[in-house]
């Protein structure tokens, strides 16, 4: 809807998206639990449900809220100058910390739940094509939605540290082994 000064928008906030997708999952948890299948039970349960909320707290703060944005004031400018290829020197260091932060989880889940995770250099390319998968979700909605999240080379290079560091974490914790899915590099 257009306002007095030009603006056409509306806002797609994280609830709505992400609290019907997690009831479709935990209702497929459920199901799958009631009938005993094998990995979907015990422990294995909780590992899954972790899972999919971890990646729901992930989309929550990297992707929402959408701003879809029209009209001749809304943002115009273009997509290249979204986008921050120099790596490192122009790194912020609370933002370069909470997004190493942000990926230990992932590292911690990755032997957890995949067999690839067989190292930390395979931990270190999955984290950064998740990173990456991230920073081009977050360009593409800048592109259609001209909602700003800037892309940043910064990012991948942290969310990947944060990645290494969880899967060193995981691996260096066997307590946690017990919790791995069938099939996963730590079962």
């Given at each position: 809807m257009w ?156 969310n990947t ?27």
């Amino acid at each position: 809807m257009w306002d007095d000064v030009g603006y056409a928008g509306f806002g797609v906030e994280s609830w709505h998206v992400l609290v019907p997708v997690l009831a479709v999952w935990f209702a497929v948890l459920l199901v799958r639990a009631v009938g005993g299948r094998p990995g979907w039970t015990g422990a294995h349960l909780v590992t899954r449900a972790v899972v999919a909320l971890y990646v729901a707290g992930v989309a929550h703060f990297t992707l929402f809220p959408i701003d879809v944005q029209r009209g001749p004031y809304a943002n115009e400018a273009p997509w290249w100058s979204q986008v921050n290829p120099v790596p490192l020197l122009t790194a912020d260091a609370p933002s370069f910390a909470l997004n190493v932060v942000m990926l230990v989880p992932f590292g911690v889940l990755l032997p957890l739940v995949t067999s690839r995770a067989v190292s930390a250099g395979r931990a270190a390319v999955v984290s950064l094509a998740f990173s990456g998968a991230i920073e081009v979700v977050q360009l593409l909605i800048y592109v259609v939605a001209g909602s700003g999240r800037s892309v940043d080379v910064n990012d991948l290079v942290a969310n990947t540290l944060g990645g290494v560091l969880g899967y060193l974490l995981v691996r260096s914790l066997p307590a946690l082994h017990r919790t791995a899915l069938p099939g996963s590099s730590l079962a």
